[in-house]
Structure formats: C-alpha cells, structure tokens
C-alpha cells in the first residue's frame, strides 16, 4: 500500500516581515515527518513525502497513493487547516483526519465554541472582536483571556493575554488585529488547572495534566524545550472527573467531525467545573513526547510512535471501508 505523507515544513514556510511572533510554530519540522515516514516504511507501507501545496498535485497523482497522511497547516486563509483536504476531495484521493468540514469548524475557535454550546458541551463564556469600537459600551467582568479566534501553537498568545482592565484589553485586543492579523476572541478567564485529552481512532488516551508555572501555556513556552511547564499522565483525577472528561472529548469531536485522531485542550476551574478550550483536528506528532501531548499520552497507555501512526492510517482506512452513515 501506498500511503503520502502531507505537511507544511517550518522551513519552507514563506516569511514576510509582518509577521507576529511565531508565525509558522504549528508546522512540521523535519524530524516529525521522517518518523512518520519511517513509521509508516517499518509497517511495510511504501511511504513518500509532499509537500502540502498546489506544486506537489502532479506529484501526488503520478505516486498515486491508497492513501494520505495529512499533516498540512496550510499557509494562508480563515480555514487553512482546510486546503489540503479540499484538494484531495477534488482529486478523490482518501486522506487521515478531519475533512474540509471538521477542518474548517475546529480552525475557528468561535465557531466551535458555538457548536459546543449547541450540543450542551461546557465552554467559557466569549465574544468576538472584528475592532476595537466594538468594545465601547460593553459590560465587562474580568479577568479575561485574550486570542486569536483561528490559530493554534498559542500564536498570539503571549504574557500579556491575561487582562485585568479595558487598558489591557485594549492593548492586547489592537495586538492581535493589527499584529497577529486575526479576528480577537475574548473568553473569561478560568482559573484553575489544565488538561489536554487525545483520541486516537475511537480511543480516549490517559489524560495529561499540563502544569504551568504563569497560571497558562503561552507561546514562548511551547517553543522553549527547557521551560518550566510539564506534564503528568495519567493526570490525578478522581475515576468519575476522568470519566466525564474523557466523554466530554468524545462529544467534542463528534461535534465538530473530526476523525482518526484530535486532542482536546480543557480547563477545570477550582469547583471542578470544566470548559473546553478548544479541539485539535491534526494535534503535533512531534517524536519528543515532552514536545508532543498527544505522544505524550500514547507512550502512557502504551503505544510506541509506529503504533500511533498505524492506528491513525487504521482508523481512516476503516472509514473508507465503512458505508456512508
Ligand atoms: N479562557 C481561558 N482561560 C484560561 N487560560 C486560557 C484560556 N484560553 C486559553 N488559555 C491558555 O492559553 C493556552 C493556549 O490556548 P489555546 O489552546 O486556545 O490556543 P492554541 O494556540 O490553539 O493552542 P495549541 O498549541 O494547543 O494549538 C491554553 O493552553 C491555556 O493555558
Ligand atoms: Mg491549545
């Protein structure tokens, strides 16, 4: 079998000097996609690199794969997380993970949130910024928590994100509009500990507790191997939290139409309650589990890497087989 692995390297990224801090961190190195290629090579798949872009169609069609293994980002776009699987479904070549749909729901953190709210999914309460006027007469409680409506890597997210006032909000607000060049989602902020729950194939993973020591992971963070953040997997929850958690990304997922594999990032405030952060539809495979939550877990319920990637080309080859429901 023929399987074609599809990401967007960091460093092929395109640069251009009005771009925000980390611009490109929620793209492949190269180290991610040659474990993925050996992965797939030690499972007796023939396996070859594309990158995610318009150039690589002719390619893609002349190796003419059973399937892909998509890890694409895309570059530009509301819904770039999108592309890929849009130009598969053109060429009518089966692809891993969420379709243009789930792609497109889960990139738009605004919009998920709606359909969590829609299916009874705890989240925390929001609003979207397109300019900073639309502030002017709001009743505000803080603290509130200020991001991009639609990026991922905590891109945008800095040490300022925790607002306490509308100086703050304000400045963090023009921040991301006129830097980050993203609409602005404004959430309450909860306080409280964090939680990252990967599903690979129809299998909740452990949950990882992911500590940190600023009270939330910020960009800087992510990027820095030697920061003071870490994970615990299984988190210390009692059975019936780590149950209701588990269930909660199940119907996370479901929601948005995600498939194969998506990790779901969860806050719990000091009650117990919890709120849905947001859902990843292509979570980072890096092979450094201290890098990569979603490996992190797999290693802890007892998966080696070719067992993670086996189990992501299983589930949607599964699908394929399966009639449409
Ligand atoms: N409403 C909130 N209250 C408290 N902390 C928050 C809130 N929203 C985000 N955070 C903090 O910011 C971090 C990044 O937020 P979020 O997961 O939405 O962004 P992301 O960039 O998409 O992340 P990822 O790297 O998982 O793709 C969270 O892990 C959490 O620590
Ligand atoms: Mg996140």
Redesign the pocket.
């Known amino acids: 079998m023929k399987v074609a692995v599809l990401a967007n390297l960091k460093e092929d990224a395109p640069v251009s000097p009005d771009d925000p801090p980390g611009r490109w961190d ?1 793209l492949d190195e190269n180290l991610t996609i040659d474990t993925i290629l050996e992965s797939l090579r030690s499972i007796g798949y023939e396996a070859k690199y594309f990158p995610a872009e318009l150039k690589s169609i002719q390619g893609l069609q002349e190796f003419n794969p059973d399937i892909c293994f998509n890890s694409s980002e895309g570059h530009y776009g509301e819904s770039r997380e999108a592309q890929m699987p849009a130009i598969l479904d053109i060429l009518r070549i089966p692809y891993t993970c969420a379709g243009v749909l789930g792609m497109s729901l889960a990139h738009n ?1 605004h919009i998920a949130k709606q359909m969590f709210r829609y299916a009874g999914l705890p989240t ?1 309460n929001f609003f979207v910024l397109h300019n900073i006027q639309e502030l002017d007469h709001r009743e505000l409680k803080y603290p509130l ?1 200020v ?2 409506a639609s ?7 800095n040490t300022e ?2 607002v306490h006032n509308q100086k703050e909000l304000e400045q963090q607000a023009s921040y991301i509009l006129n830097t980050v060049h993203s609409l602005v989602l404004v ?5 409280g500990r ?1 939680f ?1 729950i990967g599903i690979l194939g129809d299998e909740v993973l452990p949950i990882v507790e ?1 500590v ?1 020591p600023t ?5 800087e963070q ?1 990027e820095d191997v030697e920061s003071e953040v870490y994970r615990i997997c299984p988190a210390d929850l009692p059975p019936e939290k780590t149950r209701e958690f588990q269930e909660i990304a199940m119907k996370a997922k479901q929601i948005l139409a995600l498939e194969d594999v998506c ?1 779901m ?1 969860l ?1 719990m405030d000091k009650d117990g309650n919890a ?1 849905i ?2 859902v ?1 539809p292509i979570p ?1 495979m890096h092979p450094d589990p201290e890098q990569a939550s979603l490996v992190y877990a797999s290693h802890a319920a007892g998966y080696t890497y070719t067992d993670i990637v086996r189990k992501i080309v299983e589930s949607a080859l599964a699908r394929l087989d399966a009639p449409l429901n």
């Open positions: 929620d953190k925390a928590f991001k991009p990026e991922g890597s905590s891109i945008g997210i994100a925790l959430e309450e902020y909860i306080e964090e990252t992911i940190s009270g939330f992971y910020d960009r992510k990790r990032d806050r709120y952060l947001e990843n980072l």
